[in-house]
């Protein structure tokens, strides 16, 4: 089946720094990943959506120039956390679509734990 | 404003038990209901989704009942296991809006002994 690699799965940083996030589609094309955030025992929240060759979409309330994404080819898609800053400190999970017409569906990755320090 | 609403928070239930998990929407766009399962520290991994088109799902112990009509779909854990302990989330998305899932808020599921 396809399968998104995620890395790092975690991640310390300390306060001010950038960390790039990057999230590989392994055995298929992905034109469109996801990135998700997660805090403790609450449901993922869609950040934006990345798209293959074009700028990403950002969720409203997200800040775009602390968290820039870069979807520069078909399989890759990274996540920079700029001027990180212990608010920032959060699950971070992509995923990618599979799939095309009726049958699509969603992987995802296993996330990254970043600590802001 | 949540798109899917999933309820319970929370399940207690005993080894060889049922966990029913209820997920409501309200856009009829929706086409595609996944099931995934979280366990900590890890990404959600897809479990089982149906489509508008059937009513009902079976993968092993895991079942999809989905109602079209009552825009509601729920998850059965047949036989629960300690290994199914984890966060269950419900889903919606359709495909001409970019793909976006929307997810319930979660149901995190003990299964005792």
């Known amino acids: 089946g396809a399968v998104v690699s995620q890395h790092p799965s975690w991640v310390i940083c300390k306060s001010g720094t950038s960390v790039k996030i990057e999230c590989r589609s392994l055995d298929f094309q992905a034109t469109t990943m996801f990135w998700y955030r997660q805090f403790p025992k609450q449901s993922l929240m869609l950040m934006a959506t990345?798209?293959?060759?074009?700028?990403?979409?950002?969720e409203q309330g997200v800040e775009k120039d602390k968290f820039l994404i870069n979807h520069a080819s078909l399989t890759l898609s990274t996540l920079t956390v700029t001027s990180a800053h212990p608010e920032d400190s959060s699950f971070y999970i992509c995923?990618?679509?599979?799939?095309?017409?009726?049958?699509?569906?969603?992987?995802f990755g296993s996330g990254t734990r970043l600590t802001v320090v | 404003q949540q798109q899917v609403k999933q309820s319970p928070q929370s399940l207690i239930v005993q080894k060889g038990g049922i966990s029913i998990i209820n997920c409501a929407y309200e856009n009829t766009a929706f086409d595609y209901f996944p099931w995934y399962q979280q366990f900590p520290g890890k990404g959600p991994a897809l479990l089982i989704a149906?489509?508008?088109?059937?009513s009902e799902k079976k993968e092993g112990r895991f079942t999809i009942s989905f109602n079209k009509s009552a825009k509601q779909f729920s998850l059965h854990i047949m036989d629960s296991q300690p290994g199914d302990s984890a966060t269950y989330f419900c889903a919606a998305s359709m495909a001409d809006s970019w793909g976006k899932l929307q997810f319930g808020a979660g149901t995190q599921v003990v299964v005792t002994p």
């Open positions: 995923s990618a679509i599979t799939g095309q017409g009726i049958t699509y569906g969603y992987t």
């Open positions: 990345s798209n293959e060759g074009s700028k990403a979409t950002y």
């Open positions: 149906i489509r508008p088109d059937v």
